[in-house]
């Protein structure tokens, strides 16, 4: 297989509880990430750290086909770097497109032109013009990635730039991503009720 989607689902807010369940236009966000990136990928999985995110992710998603729910290993810390190698670790994909449960106007269009630019770079990655940079809404190379990101750990190394830093890396503009996505739709995610509500203002 050449491509694979690991949406991270293992985070949880202060400010808004159990973001993949949480309803958006009438179902889970989860399902909405999902519905955007199963076209262009050849493999599905939802990255969770606890039980009860894998059985209620699993009851939501029992009819997505392709798709494997898995649950992290345990550490001492809370990181997305931890989703990421559990997903690079189960990946059987060349290429790993991380994504977070919460970003549910993420577009097909952009995600199937991250793939297309990887060539041989290690990982390409969204960089808006003040430099912020979206390491989950990236592509990696499944293998180097996954070595990378256990020794960055294994190091005490605990955020996605650590391991970023390590890979060669093509930062694409937003500028060039707005072509495909004129509002930066696929950045917005939800970690408050009223973001929640901002967003579903947009779909109505």
């Not at 500028?175 to 779909?203: C, G, H, M, W, Y």
Request: hydrophobic fraction near 40%; include cysteine; proline fraction near 4%.
């Amino acid at each position: 297989m050449n491509r694979a989607a690991a949406i991270l689902a293992g985070g949880e807010s202060s400010r808004l509880r159990n973001k993949a369940m949480t309803l958006f236009a009438g179902e889970p966000m989860i399902l909405h990430v999902i519905d955007k990136c199963k076209d262009v990928v050849d493999e599905l999985l939802v990255i969770v750290n606890t039980r009860e995110q894998e059985n209620n992710i699993s009851r939501a998603t029992r009819e997505v086909e392709r798709l494997r729910i898995v649950l992290d290993r345990s550490e001492q810390f809370l990181s997305p770097l931890l989703g990421a190698r559990t997903a690079f670790e189960n990946s059987k994909s060349k290429l790993t497109l991380l994504l977070p449960c919460d970003a549910p106007l993420i577009k097909t269009s952009v995600l199937d032109l991250l793939f297309r630019m990887i060539g041989e770079w290690d990982v390409v990655i969204p960089r808006h013009p003040n430099g912020y940079v979206e390491p989950l809404h990236a592509v990696f190379k499944t293998d180097i990635s996954r070595k990378l990101a256990r020794d960055v750990i294994s190091s005490g190394k605990r955020s996605m730039k650590d391991l970023i830093t390590r890979l060669n890396a093509l930062y694409l503009s937003t500028n060039i991503i707005q072509q495909l996505d004129p509002q930066l739709e696929s950045f917005a995610n939800v970690n408050t009720v009223n973001e929640l509500r901002d967003l579903q203002k947009r779909v109505e």
